[in-house]
């Protein structure tokens, strides 16, 4: 079932911006709605950890819903697993921390300041930006392929190009996996 108009005014609730929520153990401060779809939302949050301040993009799904959080984990742990170097590391696609808990379904990626794909495209006028990103999204794509998945939702609202140490150093991040097929 999707959520109905009483639940995501509730997580607008619970997670509006500049409020602080515990999850996990962790005290998490909200800084602002990504979106809120039919089967959950995604906030950027913030929690410090050793002295840093980390950002991560938290998904939330009611575990009522029928969503996709699920299938984004599943797919997340195999492309981990398959890692052809032996690592953690996901060509451009974060790292990924799950829980569930008050009822709820939680995931969060690791994020750098940025945007979308699509707001790159709306908003740079410099080609090799939106190269760059390409040329990172299909990384991704490709080691998702060896590992035995398509994703059904790639489009550049599902693209994230964070910004590193410069404006010259992207990296364009793969961030929604909740249509995946495997083949």
Not at 18 to 43: D, H, L, M, P
Not at 113 to 133: C, D, F, H, P, Y
Request: charged share 25%; glycine share 8%; proline share 2%.
């Amino acid at each position: 079932r999707t959520l109905m108009d009483e639940e995501k005014q509730a997580l607008r609730a619970t997670f509006r911006t500049g409020s602080k929520v515990t999850i996990a153990g962790k005290q998490w401060r909200v800084e602002n709605e990504i979106k809120v779809g039919g089967f959950g939302a995604i906030f950027l949050v913030a929690f410090k950890a050793q002295g840093t301040e980390l950002r991560k993009a938290m998904k939330v799904e009611p575990m009522a819903t029928a969503g996709s959080l699920a299938v984004e984990c599943f797919v997340l742990a195999q492309m981990h697993r398959f890692d052809g170097r032996g690592s953690q590391r996901i060509p451009n696609v974060e790292g990924v921390d799950k829980f569930e808990e008050q009822g709820r379904r939680y995931m969060c990626v690791t994020v750098e300041k940025g945007k979308s794909l699509a707001t790159v495209i709306r908003e740079e006028t410099l080609l090799w930006v939106q190269i760059v990103s390409l040329s990172c999204l299909a990384e991704a794509l490709r080691h998702m392929h060896r590992v035995g998945f398509v994703n059904g939702d790639v489009k550049p609202d599902n693209v994230l190009v964070a910004l590193r140490d410069g404006a010259r150093d992207r990296l364009s991040l793969l961030i929604d996996f909740g249509t995946c097929a495997s083949v």
